[in-house]
């Protein structure tokens, strides 16, 4: 009895004591070491639901299901019951400010609309007129005064990083990470439009991302898809840089640039240099890197790279010994567009192609795409032409 009466209030009184006596930080803590007993219990309440979600007809979902959320995180659903959740699946992950259907919003706003005089419950119900359908908070409060089904977990940025690193592990394809110091947009548009005719492309962020994005991209995994690309910002600290790289376990780092365009001075400039080094940690085994030599600082990136580990890398540029050559690159002013022959690996291949920096980076972006074993000649003739 004293245990439905907790499942049903966990801040019931039981025996003159109730969890909302002790301080914030203990319950959290408290809340934590649950965790893994919440998970364990959750697996072996909804696994034959899991079975169920990766059928065929469920393709069109995110592996991420309300059950495997509670697995990852330890979190606890309210709103809904157990046959709502097992019905429940989700189009996209979202951190808000998102028009589109069946979306999973992990809030982190709440310290922000709290110090902004904001009422997070009328906040939330403009994201849920948006689209979403279910919440991840760490607020009980609001938890229980939503319209649609609300996780409660102790801190919403564990929660995001457990989530997209349980999924990650869970859907196990290939991953490229794109890093740099300039031009890596292009780069991750390029690769997009090359790669998306022959593989199941999940394309993360429409911008340069930092660890909640990541996660939420990884999050957002469906069983189908064939490649994870990410633009990630890295910055000059090490750790963070490694932290989120580690989370996507790529196959490739393509490195779109070592320049300095901030203009930095000389110590902060190494140190983005050696954050950019870093990322190779993030490989998985048998990873590769791919470096523009034609980029200012370039070798002492490759120097940084090896002193790490084993890491192979390949490189990009327009020298003879680069194993992705541009040969050349002819521009049309009438038309804007490039026309470009290059020696990947061997393959002589010409294209076409618009863009400023385009030519060296499309030599990249067919280089990484070759290694991945994808058509590059198919990209040549057909997106590419």
């Not at 999050?219 to 963070?240: C, H, I, P, S």
Request: charged share 20%; with cysteine; glycine share 8%.
């Amino acid at each position: 009895a004293n245990t439905k009466l907790l499942l049903k209030d966990p801040a019931a009184r039981l025996y003159d004591y109730a969890i909302g006596d002790a301080e914030s930080a203990d319950i959290k803590a408290f809340a934590k070491l649950s965790q893994g007993f919440v998970s364990r219990l959750h697996a072996l309440a909804y696994g034959p639901d899991e079975v169920a979600a990766d059928t065929a007809a469920q393709a069109v979902y995110l592996a991420l299901t309300p059950s495997r959320l509670v697995v990852a995180t330890g979190g606890f659903w309210s709103q809904a019951g157990t046959q709502l959740l097992s019905a429940t699946r989700f189009a996209s992950v979202s951190l808000g400010g998102v028009s589109a259907p069946q979306q999973l919003l992990f809030c982190r706003n709440l310290k922000a609309w709290k110090e902004e005089g904001k009422d997070a419950v009328i906040e939330l119900q403009r994201e849920i007129d948006r689209g979403v359908i279910a919440v991840v908070v760490d607020d009980a409060d609001v938890s229980q005064r939503l319209s649609v089904p609300a996780l409660l977990v102790p801190d919403v940025d564990d929660a995001l990083y457990d989530a997209g690193a349980a999924v990650r592990e869970l859907v196990n394809c290939k991953a490229m990470a794109v890093v740099g110091t300039a031009h890596t947009t292009l780069t991750r548009e390029l690769m997009t439009q090359a790669a998306s005719g022959q593989l199941q492309l999940h394309v993360g962020a429409r911008e340069p991302a930092k660890t909640p994005q990541v996660m939420a991209s990884l999050a957002g995994l469906r069983r189908t898809d064939q490649l994870e690309l990410q633009e990630v910002v890295t910055g000059a600290r090490v750790n963070v840089a490694r932290h989120r790289l580690r989370a996507i376990a790529p196959d490739i780092c393509l490195f779109s640039s070592t320049e300095n365009s901030d203009q930095l001075d000389a110590v902060t400039y190494s140190d983005v240099i050696k954050t950019l080094a870093a990322c190779a940690d993030g490989l998985r085994p048998g990873g590769l890197c791919i470096v523009n030599a034609d980029s200012a600082e370039s070798d002492v990136l490759r120097q940084e790279i090896r002193r790490r580990g084993e890491a192979a890398i390949q490189t990009f540029g327009s020298h003879e010994n680069d194993e992705g050559r541009l040969l050349s690159a002819s521009f049309d002013a009438r038309s804007k567009v490039w026309a470009v022959s290059a020696n990947i690996l061997g393959k002589v291949v010409h294209y076409q192609i618009s863009g400023d920096k385009a030519p060296l980076m499309s030599v990249g972006v067919l280089l990484a795409l070759e290694n991945l074993g994808v058509s590059i000649e198919a990209v040549c003739a057909g997106v590419w032409q």
